[in-house]
């Protein structure tokens, strides 16, 4: 699932930007809900359900503990 989706942490990717976080996490919700585009009438759950997604990885990267990765 999500193949496309690439891996945004350290060392994988040394800089990740709003944009790559927001990118996956539209991706994420295109599969998971199987729209590419969703309706009008589901057009707020979908951009809801995306920046939640996008907040919930935002987190997850700033509190991984990466062996071998020094956080500035």
Do not use: W
């Not at 990717?13 to 295109?30: F, G, H, K």
């Not at 920046?51 to 020094?70: F, K, M, N």
């Amino acid at each position: 699932m999500c193949r496309s989706i690439k891996t945004l942490r350290p060392p994988f990717t040394a800089d990740v930007s709003q944009a790559d976080i927001e990118a996956a996490a539209l991706q994420y919700i295109r599969k998971v809900s199987g729209f590419r585009q969703p309706s009008a009438r589901n057009a707020a759950a979908f951009e809801a359900a995306v920046a939640r997604v996008a907040e919930a990885t935002r987190t997850l990267l700033s509190e991984l503990d990466i062996h071998g990765v020094t956080r500035m």
